[in-house]
């Protein structure tokens, strides 16, 4: 393989990788600052090589992920471990689950609104977490 075929540009590699639906989105969040690598943040357009750590915003998740392959065209989900090793910490998952799980505050049907105080009590829920 010559060193032409592992150029692949950072917008085009998350989007292969399967971080994003779509290859614009990678691009944008690239140019919003929630892609970076070393801390430091990045163009769509640089290039990605093999070993490199790279940490990504999606929406609320924190990612951590190390390039293993550098690859052009979107692969299956199954073929994705080969691609990166995922370093996300097991807490940041946990994290998500659980902001997920009280995201809406559920009531019984027919329990109407909630009363002043179980506002309160969903409030300094929310704010705690």
Known sequence: MSEEENIVRMDKWLWAARLFKTRSMAADAIKGGKVKIDGNPVKPSREVKAGDIIQVQIEQLHKVVEVKTVIKNRVSPKQVPEVYN????????ERIEFMNAYKAEWRDRGA??????????????????
């Open 86 to 93: 995922d370093l996300t910490p097991k807490e940041e998952y």
């Open 112 to 129: 109407g609104r909630p009363t002043k105080k179980e506002r309160r009590m969903m409030d300094k829920m929310k704010d705690e977490f």
